[in-house]
């Protein structure tokens, strides 16, 4: 599946508040839903949607911003602007907790994934530095093996036809949540690139320093020993949701940002 083009245009904004990174307090934001087309999609499957950094909360219900992107989403579809949800694939990044009162944290975002989980034909993803699935061990086993949720981590599982391969969290100190050294982190992404994925999704994704794209060098280091697959991340913002790596791979950077893919 290779991404032939983003639209400029935005197809529909979701508002929403979050904390200022400046010590500002709560500031007003809006959330971009884009369409891009690929070049061929599975039959039965008419679009995937991707999307990380939901680092916000919806105003009106008080609630997490996943929460309500899931709901504009469901709305889009039966308005006709994209394609039926339950003919469509989800796939998650990471980092949809948020506080309002303060930068940072970490809190529980399985609701958030069972609201896509329900509405969507699929879903699959990673997790992010500031989410937790669970306080135990077996509330974090039972969420992952949960009905439908595809949860990667090290990971590779097919759906649609699709080979989609995973790293939760990011490079460093692995005495911390969602976090692995560069070593262990590196050795887990060739362990999956020589399972040959189309999709690969990590929350911290790689830098581009041509197009100055910020992101781990050692994770892209290690991506481009690859060949021909889609590379789905956030966790650091880029003005532009794509750019291109050597052999065939795509980065589509989904940080606060919802991308519809679906077929030329």
């Not at 944290?105 to 699929?122: E, I, L, M, P």
């Not at 090290?154 to 036809?161: A, M, R, V």
């Not at 581009?208 to 481009?224: F, H, M, P, T």
Request: glycine fraction near 10%; include cysteine; aromatic fraction near 6%.
């Amino acid at each position: 599946m290779r991404i032939l083009s983003i639209s400029d245009q935005v197809i529909h904004h979701i508002p929403f508040i979050t904390h200022s990174p400046n010590g500002l307090g709560v500031v007003n934001k809006v959330l971009p839903v884009l369409l891009a087309h690929v070049d061929s999609l599975p039959d039965g499957l008419e679009a995937i949607v991707a999307t990380s950094d939901l680092q916000g909360i919806d105003q009106k219900n008080q609630r997490l911003l996943g929460h309500l992107v899931n709901e504009e989403l469901d709305t889009l579809a039966d308005l006709g602007k994209i394609p039926p949800l339950r003919e469509t694939g989800v796939i998650l990044a990471g980092d949809f907790y948020a506080k309002v009162d303060k930068r940072g944290g970490v809190g529980d975002v399985r609701d958030v994934w069972q609201a896509f989980r329900q509405r969507f034909r699929w879903t699959a993803g990673v997790g992010g530095n500031h989410d937790s699935f669970g306080r135990t061990q077996q509330e974090i086993r039972a969420f992952q093996d949960g009905r439908g949720i595809n949860y990667l981590d090290g990971h590779i599982t097919c759906l649609d036809g699709l080979r989609i391969a995973g790293i939760s969290g990011i490079i460093g100190k692995a005495t911390k949540p969602f976090r692995r050294s560069e070593k262990d982190f590196r050795k887990l992404l060739t362990q999956l690139l020589n399972e040959s994925p189309d999709i690969f999704v990590l929350h911290e994704g790689p830098n581009d320093v041509n197009a100055k794209l910020v992101g781990n060098e050692s994770i892209r280091a290690e991506l481009v020993r690859g060949n021909n697959f889609l590379v789905i991340c956030g966790h650091s913002h880029w003005t532009v949701p794509m750019t291109a790596l050597s052999k065939g791979i795509q980065v589509l950077n989904v940080d606060t940002r919802v991308v519809v893919m679906v077929a030329k």
